[in-house]
T-cell receptor, first 113, second 113 residues
Framework: AQTVTQSQPEMSVQEAETVTLSCTYDTSESDYYLFWYKQPPSRQMILVIRQEAYKQQNATENRFSVNFQKAAKSFSLKISDSQLGDAAMYFCAYRRAGNQFYFGTGTSLTVIP | DAGVIQSPRHEVTEMGQEVTLRCKPISGHDYLFWYRQTMMRGLELLIYFNNNVPIDDSGMPEDRFSAKMPNASFSTLKIQPSEPRDSAVYFC???????????FGPGTRLLVL
């Protein structure tokens, strides 16, 4: 079974600082995708970044980057130069080859001015 | 592109009533997913379709829940009869064939009194 674990229910960061959100997953598959989604108070689910398991290079999207450790089944999200608009719930997600998605329980990020 | 459209955005009903949630996926997307989000259980996959055919409905909590996709541009999730424990935010998401990213609708916030 595939499970996604986010061990940090809440995190906080000072504006302009860097924060890292943790995610681990359990799978026996070798081909899969990993995602981070952001859910602001509006409840809209917004894709932040994605990573293909076959790629060794860590994905980067502007201030957002991941640290993908395939052997350790770890997929952390780093947010640099944090902004007030980054405050949201962040979900880690795993997609297996059959297009089924599994989500973690989320990490609530607070950005302190 | 209008994105995934869900209606209604908010629904308040009384226990025992029938509730129908609607979703219009992004044009050209082959996969459609229904999720339920609660504080207690997080984001749960209820059912997903590929080319209008239900592929996996193992997440549907019980027989009171049913989902249909009569054509490529429309899907419904029905709860009959509704119960207070069905109160949640229900998301619809779609994915294009051959692509791995899910695009979420804005969600329907359901409150069953």
């Amino acid at each position: 079974a595939q499970t996604v674990t986010q061990s940090q229910p809440e995190m906080s960061v000072q504006e302009a600082e860097t924060v890292t959100l943790s995610c681990t997953y359990d799978t026996s598959e070798s081909d899969y995708y990993l995602f981070w989604y952001k859910q602001p108070p509006s409840r809209q689910m917004i894709l932040v970044i994605r990573q293909e398991a076959y790629k060794q290079q860590n994905a980067t999207e502007n201030r957002f980057s991941v640290n993908f450790q395939k052997a350790a089944k770890s997929f952390s999200l780093k947010i640099s130069d944090s902004q007030l608009g980054d405050a949201a719930m962040y979900f880690c997600a795993y997609r297996r080859a059959g297009n089924q998605f599994y989500f973690g329980t989320g990490t609530s990020l607070t950005v302190i001015p | 592109d209008a994105g995934v459209i869900q209606s209604p955005r908010h629904e308040v009903t009384e226990m025992g009533q029938e509730v129908t949630l609607r979703c219009k996926p992004i044009s050209g997307h082959d996969y459609l997913f229904w999720y339920r989000q609660t504080m207690m259980r997080g984001l749960e996959l209820l059912i997903y379709f590929n080319n209008n055919v239900p592929i996996d409905d193992s997440g549907m909590p019980e027989d009171r829940f049913s989902a249909k996709m009569p054509n490529a541009s429309f899907s419904t999730l029905k709860i009959q009869p509704s119960e207070p424990r069905d109160s949640a935010v229900y998301f619809c998401a779609s994915t294009p064939k051959g692509r791995e990213t899910q695009y979420f609708g804005p969600g329907t916030r359901l409150l069953v009194l």
